[in-house]
């Protein structure tokens, strides 16, 4: 049940038989949950992390009125709130997008971990890492870049996380967020999102259908977000 886990992982270092049996014992259940559900309450005191087997889900801060922000999204191999293992009060509050599968790891197992896989330790510390880089460059989208390259950011850094797990065929990948959704995460009103969508369609750039986005011209699409991977650490090193 982590195969996406121990997928994305492996893309970052080479994992050993036991280090992916111990993954495997971590978990205790699983679980599937409907979309809208609210995974992680802000203010929560958890005993568990959740890993997203398959699904999308989102972090986010809400307002007293209602309003949010996304902050990140989640995909299939990531751990959703492994920071809770230290962090022990969440500060945000992550919800389905879709029908989710998810695998609970109790905090005292991955305490286990931490005491007898020191590699795969600083593999899970890489993953946390990582979710605080693709902060910062969302912040980036939001403070500075212009509306339609922080679109073409998003979409350039969904493609190649789910690439990284195997949910991407030549070029394509799902993507089930809704005008609103993106809003949320660019700071954007839906109607700006929209015309957003339409230039880079028009462009080109990208096919989007219901809920797959096709990209037609990474090259172009990537020098308009001025993306640059090295946030995402998709590269083998030994850690």
Same mark, same amino acid.
């Given at each position: 049940?982590?195969? %996406? ?5 492996? $893309?970052?270092?080479?994992?050993s038989?036991? +280090? ?13 949950v ?27 801060? /809400?307002? $007293?009125d ?8 989640? /995909? ?10 230290? =962090? ?16 609970? !790891? %109790?905090? +005292? ?9 020191p590699?795969?330790? $600083?593999?899970?510390?890489?993953n946390?890492?990582?979710? #605080? #880089?693709?902060?910062?460059?969302? =912040? ?23 690439h990284a ?8 990948? !799902?993507? %089930? ?12 009103? /839906?109607?700006h ?6 230039k ?14 096709? /990209?037609?011209?990474?090259? $172009? ?7 640059? %991977? ?10």
């Amino acid at each position: 049940m982590s195969q %996406p886990l121990l997928i994305k992982l492996a $893309r970052r270092d080479e994992l050993s038989d036991e +280090e992916r049996q111990a993954v495997e014992a971590a978990i205790a259940k699983i679980d599937m949950v409907a979309a809208g559900r609210e995974l992680v309450a802000e203010g929560a005191r958890l005993n568990h992390s959740i890993l997203l087997i398959e699904g999308f889900t989102a972090r986010c801060k /809400i307002l $007293r009125d209602g309003t949010r922000q996304i902050a990140s999204l989640h /995909i299939d191999g990531d751990f959703i709130d492994l920071h809770s293992f230290v =962090l022990k009060v969440m500060d945000h509050t992550i919800v389905a997008l879709t029908q989710c599968r998810i695998a609970i !790891v %109790p905090h +005292e197992r991955l305490k286990l971990i931490t005491e007898r896989y020191p590699h795969l330790t $600083r593999l899970l510390w890489l993953n946390t890492v990582i979710d #605080a #880089a693709i902060h910062r460059e969302w =912040l980036v989208s939001v403070g500075r870049r212009s509306a339609q390259a922080s679109l073409a950011h998003l979409l350039c850094e969904m493609y190649l996380r789910l690439h990284a797990v195997g949910k991407v065929t030549e070029w394509s990948f !799902v993507l %089930p967020v809704t005008q609103a959704d993106l809003g949320d995460m660019l700071g954007l009103s /839906i109607v700006h999102v929209n015309r957003n969508v339409k230039k880079l369609r028009e462009t080109g750039f990208i096919v989007w259908e219901g809920s797959r986005v096709t /990209i037609r011209d990474w090259d $172009r699409l990537s020098e308009l977000a001025e993306f640059d %991977p090295t946030y995402l650490s998709l590269n083998v090193e030994a850690r």
